[in-house]
C-alpha cells in the first residue's frame, strides 16, 4: 500500500529545527526572496518601483535612489510594523500551516513566548492573507455548494419541564451563523458566513460563472439557482451520493471546520467565523503541499497584501 503523501518525507521540508539553526539573517533572506520574487530578492522600492536601492544595513531598511523614500521589507504590508523577530515570525508561520485543524492562540503564545495578544492578532493577519488568496476567483466546472450552521448554542434549563424546543428561531440566542461554502471540484474554494443559509443563493450567482453544474441537496431554498446554472440535486434521505452527483468536498470542508473550532478554539465569535472558514478553506485547498511550500504561500500571500485595517493597532482601539 502507497504511504499517504503527508507521512513521507516530502511532506516535511521545513522546521522549527532548522529555522532556529539557521538563523535570523536567513529567515530575513527568505522573507526579501519571497517579497521581490522577480528580483531575485533585492528590494524594489514600493513608492516608485525604482530598483536601484541604498542597504541600509544597521536598520535592516533601504533607501530609494529616486524618491528617497526609506522602506522595508515588511513595508506596506500586513506584516507593517511588526515587532517580532523574522527568525520568530518564520517560527510562527510555520507552526501555523503545521498545524490541519488549526492552532489556539494561548498555544502559539507559549509557543514563541510571546503575548496572547501578539498571537491572536498575528493569526489573524495570517487569516486575511489566506482569504485574499481566493478574493477575486470565480468558480467554474463542476461546483458543490452546501451550509452548515456553528454558535449560537442555547443551554437546555436544568429541570425538564421547563426545557424549550431549541429547533425554533424564538428560543435561538441570536449568535448562530451559517457558513455557506462553494466548493470546485479540482479547483478551490470559497465561504461565506450569513445569518440564514438561503442567502447563500446571491453569494452563488456572483462567485459562480454561469454554465456551471452544481450539485447541492434537496434544501428548497437552492432552487432559484436552477434558473442560473445545470443543477444536481441529491435527496441525503436517500444517500450521500445519487447517480454521480453528491456533495462530499463540502462535506469534508465542513468537517475540518467543525474540528478546528470545536477540538481547538471551542469557542469562535460570529465576527470571527468568516476567517476561522476561510483559513479551513485554505488548508483543504492546500493539503498535498509540503509545509515549506505552505510558508512559503502564506508569507508570499501575506507580503503581497496591503497593511490590514481590521487588525492593525487592535488592542489600542479596543482599550479606548
Known amino acids: 500500500m502507497a504511504q499517504h503523501f503527508l507521512l513521507s518525507a516530502a511532506a516535511r521540508t521545513l522546521s522549527l529545527k532548522k529555522i532556529f539553526s539557521e538563523g535570523e539573517e536567513a529567515a530575513y533572506r527568505r522573507f526579501c526572496r519571497l517579497r521581490w520574487p522577480e528580483n531575485d530578492g533585492e528590494p524594489i522600492c514600493p513608492a516608485c518601483g525604482c ?38 515570525l518564520l517560527g510562527a508561520i510555520c507552526l501555523f500551516v503545521n498545524a490541519a485543524k488549526g492552532v489556539f492562540a494561548v498555544q502559539m503564545s507559549r509557543d514563541l513566548d510571546v503575548q496572547h495578544k501578539t498571537a491572536f492578532v498575528l493569526m489573524h493577519k495570517l487569516r486575511e492573507a489566506m482569504w485574499a488568496e481566493t478574493r477575486d476567483v470565480r468558480l467554474d466546472g463542476e461546483v458543490e455548494i452546501d451550509g452548515a450552521a456553528f454558535g449560537g448554542h442555547v443551554r437546555p434549563a436544568n429541570l425538564r419541564e421547563e426545557r424549550v424546543d431549541r ?35 446571491e453569494f452563488a450567482r456572483e462567485r459562480i460563472a454561469p454554465e456551471t453544474v452544481v450539485s447541492a441537496d434537496e434544501v428548497a ?7 442560473d446554472f445545470d443543477m444536481q440535486r441529491i435527496n441525503h434521505s436517500k444517500g450521500y451520493g445519487v447517480g454521480g452527483a453528491h456533495t462530499n468536498l463540502a462535506e ?35 493539503r498535498e503541499e509540503s509545509n515549506g511550500r505552505l510558508a512559503d504561500c502564506l508569507i508570499g500571500g501575506a507580503l503581497a497584501s496591503p497593511v490590514s485595517r481590521s487588525w492593525k493597532g487592535y488592542w489600542q482601539r479596543r482599550a479606548a
Not at 475540518?256 to 485547498?285: N, P, S, T
Request: hydrophobic share 35%; with cysteine; charged share 30%.
Open 252 to 286: 469534508s470542508f465542513f468537517s475540518r471546520l467543525r474540528r478546528m473550532i470545536g477540538g481547538q478554539h471551542l469557542k469562535v465569535e460570529g465576527r470571527y467565523l468568516d476567517a476561522y472558514a476561510a483559513h479551513a478553506a485554505w488548508l483543504e485547498d492546500h
Open 221 to 227: 431554498h437552492w432552487d432559484p439557482l436552477e434558473t
Open 167 to 201: 429547533r425554533r428561531r424564538a428560543n435561538r440566542s441570536g449568535k448562530r451563523r451559517v457558513v455557506v461554502v462553494l466548493r470546485q471540484r479540482g479547483g478551490r474554494t470559497v465561504t461565506r458566513t450569513f445569518l440564514r443559509e438561503a442567502q447563500g443563493v
Open 51 to 88: 530598483i536601484d536601492v541604498y542597504d541600509l544595513t544597521t536598520r535592516r531598511r533601504f533607501k530609494c535612489a529616486a524618491c528617497y523614500r526609506q522602506f522595508s521589507v515588511t513595508s506596506g504590508t500586513i506584516f507593517a510594523s511588526r515587532k517580532l523577530a523574522f527568525v520568530d
